[in-house]
């Protein structure tokens, strides 16, 4: 008995790479095998391109709205189980914030007064979300200390406070000007509790990139803080920063352990929960969208392959009646539409990876022949966001891409192993 070849021998790689070169002269396809190759190549390199702009787009999104707040925060809950009530100010936060502080994912922990007031500047009124910090700890959050515009100096704030530009622009604030801060929990007296109302230098005005930061958020110090909202040598929440935010889930058990009974944690995920899920959705229809461009490229493959079985139709029955099982014939036949989905995919996922790590003179080149587009987009809210690309989304796009291209080149395959080689000898 003969030896049966095993399945993709060298010379069924030879014939397939034979009929991919065959020009249309020869009953080849090799106009439509290029076009094939380029439709695959432009559509794995759009997935790439935007799944690692999505991708940017994500973590430019995160760290923004993680700049200037906390990764999770400790709490503590009010008591009224006893006979004297017990409410949720933190009083022995130093050792809540050594204990919290020495957690393995914990890079800081902050002790933080928080408070809600009414802000006020020569007539001028607004809400104001006062945050009491340490200027150590306010140095930890890089949107408010180190943001891209600012005006006045960070290094005063211990003698005045810090306040978001958009407020600013709307009390009309400048540094150096005394803004009032008015609280109805304010002095109490015999005859009640009169509201408090103190002013402070404006020494540092910070723009984050969010506006609804931007707009109601003021950094007293932490001592006078304490001082304004009646919570001497005490704290409302104690704010952690982690070295990975994303593994914030995993730390909540271990914070809570070192917290005591009464705390609990809310995290950054938790406040931006509707934001993430719509980020997901978000993904899952550009994901989708762009899997049907990459069908659309895969399908040349078959037409292209349709052309050249009934091209090569006197071919296969030469093989046939020469010994080449239906087998074989369809080994050739799936390696030729293969191969191009395979080399375009690869050449889509380099110049996919390329683009994303050339991103900044991408724009660079838009904003140049546009003249200063860029700029005057950015200058007018518009958000250009960084590409980065991961081993995941690679996968997915270059898996997608292979997975069709692949799948859809066996029927055509199939069909020209099934062709009977007397039908297609009948009338050479």
């Not at 890079?107 to 607004?126: E, I, K, W």
């Given at each position: 008995m003969a030896n049966t070849p095993p399945p993709f021998s060298r010379f069924e790689w030879m014939i397939a790479w034979r009929y991919l070169r065959a020009r249309k002269a020869d009953g080849g396809v090799s106009v439509m095998t290029l076009i094939?190759?380029?439709?695959?190549?432009?559509?794995?390199?759009?997935?790439?391109?935007?799944?690692?702009?999505?991708?940017?787009l994500r973590s430019d999104i995160i760290q923004t709205m993680l700049g200037a707040n906390a990764h999770a925060e400790v709490h503590y809950r009010r008591d009224f189980s006893g006979e004297i009530p017990v409410d949720h100010l933190i009083r022995d936060y130093s050792s809540?914030?050594?204990?919290?502080?020495?957690?393995?994912?914990?890079?800081?922990?902050?002790?933080?007064?928080?408070?809600?007031?009414?802000?006020?500047?020569?007539?001028?009124?607004?809400?104001?979300?006062?945050?009491?910090?340490?200027?150590?700890d306010l140095r930890n959050y890089p949107m408010v200390a180190k943001p891209n515009e600012a005006l006045g100096s960070l290094d005063d704030f211990e003698t005045g406070v810090a306040i978001g530009a958009m407020m600013a622009r709307q009390l009309g604030v400048g540094v150096g000007d005394r803004i009032k801060l008015i609280s109805p929990d304010g002095v109490k007296t015999a005859m009640g509790t009169s509201p408090r109302v103190s002013a402070y230098e404006v020494v540092f005005i910070f723009s984050s990139g969010q506006g609804f930061i931007d707009q109601s958020r003021l950094y007293l110090p932490l001592a006078q803080a304490q001082s304004f909202f009646n919570r001497e040598g005490a704290v409302d929440q104690v704010d952690l920063r982690l070295t990975n935010p994303a593994k914030v889930g995993a730390l909540i058990l271990p914070i809570l352990r070192s917290s005591g009974d009464r705390a609990y944690v809310t995290t950054w995920q938790d406040r931006a929960g509707g934001m993430i899920q719509a980020l997901k959705m978000q993904d899952n229809a550009i994901f989708i969208v762009l899997s049907i461009l990459v069908l659309i490229a895969a399908l040349n493959i078959v037409s292209g392959l349709i052309m050249l079985v009934k091209n090569k139709g006197r071919d296969i029955g030469i093989l046939r009646t020469m010994g080449l099982s239906q087998g074989s014939i369809l080994r050739v036949f799936f390696l030729c539409g293969a191969s191009v989905g395979t080399v375009g995919t690869l050449i889509g996922v380099v110049l996919g990876v390329v683009f994303a790590a050339n991103i900044d003179s991408i724009y660079g080149l838009v904003d140049w022949i546009t003249g200063s587009g860029v700029r005057d987009l950015e200058a007018n809210g518009f958000f250009?966001?960084?590409?980065?690309?991961?081993?995941?989304d690679v996968s997915s796009a270059a898996g997608l891409s292979l997975a069709l291209s692949w799948l859809i080149t066996f029927f055509p395959a199939r069909r020209a192993a099934r062709m009977n080689p007397v039908e297609a000898l009948r009338y050479e």
């Open positions: 094939s190759l380029i439709g695959i190549a432009l559509a794995v390199f759009a997935l790439v391109a935007t799944l690692a702009v999505r991708e940017g809540l914030v050594e204990k919290i502080g020495g957690l393995p994912e914990v890079t800081h922990a902050s002790p933080l007064v928080r408070g809600q007031v009414m802000g006020s500047y020569r007539g001028r009124n607004l809400p104001v979300d006062v945050y009491g910090i340490t200027l150590e250009f966001p960084s590409a980065i690309v991961t081993i995941g």
